[in-house]
Protein backbone atom coordinates (compact mmCIF):
# COMPACT_ATOMS: atom_id res chain seq x y z
CA UNK A 1 0.00 0.00 0.00
CA UNK A 2 3.22 2.16 0.67
CA UNK A 3 2.63 5.89 2.70
CA UNK A 4 -0.38 7.11 1.20
CA UNK A 5 -1.61 8.07 4.28
CA UNK A 6 1.41 10.44 4.67
CA UNK A 7 1.35 11.85 1.09
CA UNK A 8 -2.50 12.23 0.98
CA UNK A 9 -2.63 13.69 4.58
CA UNK A 10 -5.34 10.76 5.74
CA UNK A 11 -3.17 8.49 7.70
CA UNK A 12 -5.83 7.89 10.13
CA UNK A 13 -8.30 6.45 7.01
CA UNK A 14 -5.64 4.84 5.68
CA UNK A 15 -4.95 2.53 9.18
CA UNK A 16 -8.97 1.72 9.01
CA UNK A 17 -8.84 0.85 5.53
CA UNK A 18 -5.94 -1.37 6.44
CA UNK A 19 -7.89 -3.02 9.61
CA UNK A 20 -10.71 -3.59 7.58
CA UNK A 21 -8.35 -5.60 5.24
CA UNK A 22 -6.99 -7.31 7.86
CA UNK A 23 -10.37 -7.85 9.95
CA UNK A 24 -12.19 -9.48 6.44
CA UNK A 25 -8.78 -11.75 6.14
CA UNK A 26 -8.21 -12.80 9.41
CA UNK A 27 -11.48 -11.64 12.03
CA UNK A 28 -11.21 -8.77 14.32
CA UNK A 29 -9.47 -10.90 16.70
CA UNK A 30 -7.03 -12.09 14.31
CA UNK A 31 -4.70 -9.20 13.68
CA UNK A 32 -2.35 -7.02 15.74
CA UNK A 33 -1.82 -2.93 15.29
CA UNK A 34 1.89 -3.85 14.13
CA UNK A 35 -0.04 -5.40 11.48
CA UNK A 36 -2.48 -2.60 10.44
CA UNK A 37 0.53 -0.31 10.26
CA UNK A 38 2.78 -2.27 8.24
CA UNK A 39 -0.40 -3.09 5.86
CA UNK A 40 -0.88 1.33 5.99
CA UNK A 41 3.41 1.38 5.21
CA UNK A 42 3.69 3.05 8.68
CA UNK A 43 5.41 2.40 11.95
CA UNK A 44 3.61 1.33 14.98
CA UNK A 45 4.33 4.20 16.91
CA UNK A 46 2.81 6.47 13.95
CA UNK A 47 -1.02 4.08 14.98
CA UNK A 48 -0.84 6.19 18.40
CA UNK A 49 -0.93 9.87 16.79
CA UNK A 50 -4.63 8.42 15.51
CA UNK A 51 -5.95 5.88 17.43
CA UNK A 52 -5.69 5.09 21.10
CA UNK A 53 -5.45 1.42 20.73
CA UNK A 54 -6.69 -1.79 18.82
CA UNK A 55 -9.91 -1.67 19.76
CA UNK A 56 -9.83 2.17 19.39
CA UNK A 57 -8.94 1.87 15.71
CA UNK A 58 -11.88 -1.04 15.21
CA UNK A 59 -14.45 1.20 16.75
CA UNK A 60 -13.46 3.31 13.87
CA UNK A 61 -14.08 0.88 11.49
CA UNK A 62 -17.21 0.10 13.22
CA UNK A 63 -18.71 3.34 13.49
CA UNK A 64 -17.98 3.67 9.33
CA UNK A 65 -19.71 0.26 8.98
CA UNK A 66 -22.73 1.79 10.65
CA UNK A 67 -22.86 4.66 8.85
CA UNK A 68 -23.16 2.92 5.38
CA UNK A 69 -25.59 0.64 7.05
CA UNK A 70 -27.23 3.50 8.15
CA UNK A 71 -27.65 4.80 4.64
CA UNK A 72 -28.39 1.34 2.97
CA UNK A 73 -31.56 0.98 5.35
CA UNK A 74 -32.51 4.01 4.73
CA UNK A 75 -32.45 3.85 0.93
CA UNK A 76 -33.99 0.64 1.08
CA UNK A 77 -37.10 1.73 3.41
CA UNK A 78 -37.65 4.77 0.98
CA UNK A 79 -37.28 2.48 -1.81
CA UNK A 80 -39.80 0.85 -0.89
CA UNK A 81 -42.43 3.01 -0.31
CA UNK A 82 -45.20 3.63 -0.72
CA UNK A 83 -46.46 0.36 0.67
CA UNK A 84 -44.84 -0.09 4.46
CA UNK A 85 -45.05 -4.27 3.66
CA UNK A 86 -42.17 -3.35 1.11
CA UNK A 87 -40.52 -1.10 2.48
CA UNK A 88 -40.00 -3.57 5.38
CA UNK A 89 -39.33 -6.47 3.16
CA UNK A 90 -36.48 -4.03 1.30
CA UNK A 91 -35.04 -3.25 4.81
CA UNK A 92 -34.41 -6.92 5.37
CA UNK A 93 -32.65 -7.78 2.08
CA UNK A 94 -30.74 -4.47 3.11
CA UNK A 95 -28.78 -6.28 6.27
CA UNK A 96 -27.72 -9.38 4.01
CA UNK A 97 -27.11 -6.94 0.85
CA UNK A 98 -24.74 -4.82 3.73
CA UNK A 99 -23.28 -8.38 5.68
CA UNK A 100 -22.19 -9.78 1.89
CA UNK A 101 -20.61 -6.21 0.18
CA UNK A 102 -18.84 -5.00 3.28
CA UNK A 103 -17.44 -8.22 5.42
CA UNK A 104 -14.87 -6.31 7.13
CA UNK A 105 -17.24 -3.65 8.42
CA UNK A 106 -19.91 -6.38 9.27
CA UNK A 107 -17.11 -8.15 11.87
CA UNK A 108 -15.85 -5.04 13.20
CA UNK A 109 -19.76 -4.13 13.93
CA UNK A 110 -21.25 -7.44 15.25
CA UNK A 111 -18.02 -9.71 15.95
CA UNK A 112 -15.43 -7.75 17.34
CA UNK A 113 -17.22 -7.84 20.88
CA UNK A 114 -17.45 -3.80 21.01
CA UNK A 115 -18.97 -2.16 23.91
CA UNK A 116 -21.04 0.53 22.26
CA UNK A 117 -21.21 2.90 25.23
CA UNK A 118 -17.64 2.95 25.49
CA UNK A 119 -17.90 4.77 22.08
CA UNK A 120 -20.31 7.28 22.13
CA UNK A 121 -19.92 7.90 18.45
CA UNK A 122 -20.48 4.28 17.38
CA UNK A 123 -23.29 4.29 19.72
CA UNK A 124 -25.06 6.73 17.89
CA UNK A 125 -23.90 5.38 14.54
CA UNK A 126 -25.39 2.31 15.52
CA UNK A 127 -28.78 3.71 16.55
CA UNK A 128 -29.41 5.23 13.33
CA UNK A 129 -29.21 1.98 11.51
CA UNK A 130 -31.58 0.66 14.14
CA UNK A 131 -34.15 3.43 13.77
CA UNK A 132 -35.06 2.60 10.60
CA UNK A 133 -35.70 -1.11 11.19
CA UNK A 134 -37.73 0.14 14.37
CA UNK A 135 -39.45 2.40 11.85
CA UNK A 136 -40.65 0.70 9.56
CA UNK A 137 -41.99 -2.10 11.99
CA UNK A 138 -43.69 0.76 13.43
CA UNK A 139 -45.18 1.65 10.09
CA UNK A 140 -46.34 -2.26 9.28
CA UNK A 141 -47.44 -2.85 13.10
CA UNK A 142 -49.60 0.22 12.14
CA UNK A 143 -51.92 -2.15 10.03
CA UNK A 144 -52.83 -4.74 12.67
CA UNK A 145 -55.45 -3.46 15.32
CA UNK A 146 -54.41 -1.53 18.38
CA UNK A 147 -55.05 -4.79 21.05
CA UNK A 148 -53.12 -7.14 18.34
CA UNK A 149 -50.29 -4.88 17.73
CA UNK A 150 -46.53 -5.97 18.99
CA UNK A 151 -44.32 -2.97 20.12
CA UNK A 152 -42.31 -1.86 17.01
CA UNK A 153 -39.07 -2.26 18.76
CA UNK A 154 -40.01 -6.05 19.85
CA UNK A 155 -41.30 -6.41 16.03
CA UNK A 156 -38.04 -5.81 14.57
CA UNK A 157 -36.03 -7.05 17.17
CA UNK A 158 -37.38 -10.39 15.60
CA UNK A 159 -36.41 -9.42 12.07
CA UNK A 160 -32.78 -8.02 13.13
CA UNK A 161 -32.65 -11.38 15.09
CA UNK A 162 -33.62 -13.44 12.12
CA UNK A 163 -31.91 -11.51 9.41
CA UNK A 164 -28.69 -11.72 12.31
CA UNK A 165 -29.33 -15.39 12.25
CA UNK A 166 -29.22 -16.07 8.21
CA UNK A 167 -25.92 -14.15 8.08
CA UNK A 168 -24.14 -15.54 10.40
CA UNK A 169 -25.33 -19.54 9.76
CA UNK A 170 -25.94 -19.59 5.97
CA UNK A 171 -23.96 -16.70 4.85
CA UNK A 172 -20.60 -16.35 6.66
CA UNK A 173 -21.01 -19.86 8.35
CA UNK A 174 -19.08 -22.71 7.50
CA UNK A 175 -19.61 -25.30 5.00
CA UNK A 176 -20.88 -27.38 7.65
CA UNK A 177 -24.03 -25.06 8.22
CA UNK A 178 -24.45 -24.20 4.31
CA UNK A 179 -27.84 -24.84 3.58
CA UNK A 180 -29.48 -25.98 0.18
CA UNK A 181 -31.55 -22.77 0.02
CA UNK A 182 -30.10 -19.00 -0.85
CA UNK A 183 -29.55 -16.81 1.92
CA UNK A 184 -31.89 -14.67 0.97
CA UNK A 185 -34.98 -17.27 0.13
CA UNK A 186 -34.37 -18.35 3.97
CA UNK A 187 -34.79 -14.77 5.14
CA UNK A 188 -37.87 -13.72 2.56
CA UNK A 189 -39.67 -17.09 3.59
CA UNK A 190 -39.21 -16.55 7.63
CA UNK A 191 -39.93 -13.22 7.44
CA UNK A 192 -43.74 -14.25 5.58
CA UNK A 193 -43.92 -16.74 8.30
CA UNK A 194 -43.22 -14.24 10.80
CA UNK A 195 -45.94 -11.42 9.31
CA UNK A 196 -48.22 -14.47 8.63
CA UNK A 197 -48.63 -15.02 12.09
CA UNK A 198 -49.19 -11.98 12.86
CA UNK A 199 -52.07 -11.34 10.11
CA UNK A 200 -50.22 -9.05 8.20
CA UNK A 201 -50.03 -11.56 5.05
CA UNK A 202 -52.56 -13.54 3.81
CA UNK A 203 -51.85 -17.31 4.05
CA UNK A 204 -50.69 -17.64 0.52
CA UNK A 205 -48.91 -15.00 0.21
Do not use: C
Amino acid sequence: MGKQGYHHGNLRQALVDAALALITDKGPQGFTLTEAAKEAGVTPAAVYRHFQGREDLIAEAARQGYQIFGELMEHAYAKGQPSPLAAFEATGRAYLAFARRFPGHYQAMFESGLTLQNHPELALAAQRGRATLDLAAQKLAEQLPVDKRPPAPMFSAHIWAMSHGVVELFLRGSPGTRSPFGPEDLLETGIGIYLRGLGLLPPDR
